[in-house]
């Protein structure tokens, strides 16, 4: 979760660096380029949701929930910019949101399991 989470934030760092988005309301503003409540509350508590809902499934489901939260994330993105909380540069595309959580969830799959691995 810890990796996860580090990992999420460098994104949101770069990605807000490079302009491809930003976050209008926010927390401590004139300190933090990123939304940090997102960054300390938010991402922990959806990837604590995640990891343990890929463990309570077949090999399968978790290919299944992988894919469904990869969905999501484009349409919560979406709601996030209705909002006012998230805004793209016109360079930006939704698909990338979802490639992005695809590859981003991946990569916490088999770090969670290359974990419960080695603590077997």
Same mark, same amino acid.
């Given at each position: 979760?810890?990796?996860?989470? !580090?990992?999420?934030?460098?994104?949101?760092?770069?990605?807000?660096?490079?302009?491809?988005?930003?976050? $209008? @309301?926010? $927390?401590?503003?004139?300190?933090?380029?990123?939304?940090?409540?997102?960054?300390?509350?938010? =991402?922990?508590?959806?990837?604590?949701?995640? =990891? &343990?809902?890929?463990?309570?499934?077949?090999?399968?489901?978790?290919i299944g929930i !992988? !894919?469904?939260?990869? =969905?999501?994330?484009?349409?919560?993105?979406?709601?996030?910019?209705? !909002?006012? &909380?998230?805004? @793209?540069?016109?360079? &930006?595309? @939704?698909?990338?949101?979802?490639?992005?959580?695809?590859?981003?969830?991946?990569?916490?799959s088999i770090i969670n399991? &290359?974990?419960?691995?080695?603590?077997?």
């Amino acid at each position: 979760m810890v990796v996860a989470c !580090l990992m999420g934030t460098y994104l949101d760092l770069y990605f807000v660096g490079k302009q491809f988005y930003q976050f $209008p @309301h926010r $927390p401590f503003p004139e300190i933090f380029s990123i939304n940090i409540a997102f960054t300390l509350v938010g =991402l922990p508590v959806l990837i604590f949701v995640y =990891l &343990w809902c890929i463990t309570q499934v077949t090999k399968w489901g978790r290919i299944g929930i !992988l !894919l469904f939260v990869s =969905l999501l994330m484009p349409i919560l993105e979406k709601l996030a910019e209705v !909002l006012g &909380w998230f805004d @793209h540069s016109d360079e &930006w595309k @939704h698909l990338y949101t979802f490639f992005g959580y695809l590859i981003f969830l991946t990569i916490v799959s088999i770090i969670n399991s &290359w974990m419960e691995k080695r603590v077997k």
